[in-house]
């Protein structure tokens, strides 16, 4: 009996036993892209939970798009030819302050929303909650400080484009539109890479700016 007990010891601890497959691999991301697709496969779940406490600072926002629709059919509505374009001109430049206001309000759920991915890219370990309320306790100024800035800086170059409304054998309006639509493209890069540094980093407002304007001609 003795025997017999042991040798079936042997073959459940026999080295064979433990023999590994090779085609089993352990695959992790390496680079950016693959750590995008490890992401949306490994944790779909907090991408959604981003994406909806990020809708609700959103929503006035999503509110003043919507008015702004509204207002600007009403004023083609109630408007004559010939004063439709001056009224539409003027709706449009003021109507950006609301705008603006609206997003920066938006800036602040961003700031734990950035919060949040950044602990979960440099693998800290999220606790959803606690850490996004946390991004805003710390971060949420110095965003709302850069929205501020870039965006306060479009919404007046906005008003200003919009009282363009002379005539004159130069396109002004036209020519200033192309301006502003780069200037825009160029901004929001800048701002963009300025919230993921203040996220991580910590440098004075205007040195954030100058790094920004570097990375992103680079």
């Known amino acids: 009996m003795k025997k017999e ?3 079936k010891r042997s073959k459940l ?12 691999t352990l ?11 490890f992401t ?14 990020v809708s ?15 207002l600007s059919t009403a004023i083609v509505n109630s408007s004559t030819q010939e004063t439709l374009t001056a009224n539409l001109m003027h709706f449009q430049g003021w109507y950006g302050f ?6 920066l309000i938006l800036s602040i ?4 929303a950035f919060y949040v991915m950044k602990r979960f890219l440099q693998n800290e370990g999220v606790k959803f909650w606690r850490d996004f309320f946390y991004g805003i306790k710390h971060h949420a100024l110095k965003i709302f400080g850069m929205t501020f800035f870039y965006f306060g800086i479009l919404t007046l170059l906005n008003y200003i484009l919009n009282l363009m409304i002379f005539k004159s054998d130069v396109p002004y309006y036209a020519i200033l539109l192309v301006v502003f639509i780069i200037l825009e493209c160029l901004m929001f890069m800048q ?3 300025s919230m993921m540094t203040i996220i991580i980093y910590t440098c004075p407002f205007f040195k954030n700016i100058k790094n920004a304007i570097l990375m992103m001609f680079s």
């Open 27 to 37: 695959n992790l991301p390496v680079t950016y892209r693959q750590l995008f697709k």
């Open 56 to 70: 609700v600072f959103a929503i006035p926002f999503l509110i003043a798009l919507y008015f702004r629709g509204s």
């Open 191 to 193: 701002y963009t890479l």
């Open 109 to 112: 759920g961003l700031a734990g």
């Open 5 to 7: 007990k042991e040798k």
């Open 13 to 24: 601890f026999h080295r064979g036993s433990l023999h590994i497959p090779k085609d089993v």
């Open 98 to 103: 609301v705008l603006f206001g609206c997003f």
């Open 40 to 53: 949306y496969k490994t944790n779909l779940t907090l991408l959604f939970k981003i994406s909806i406490i």
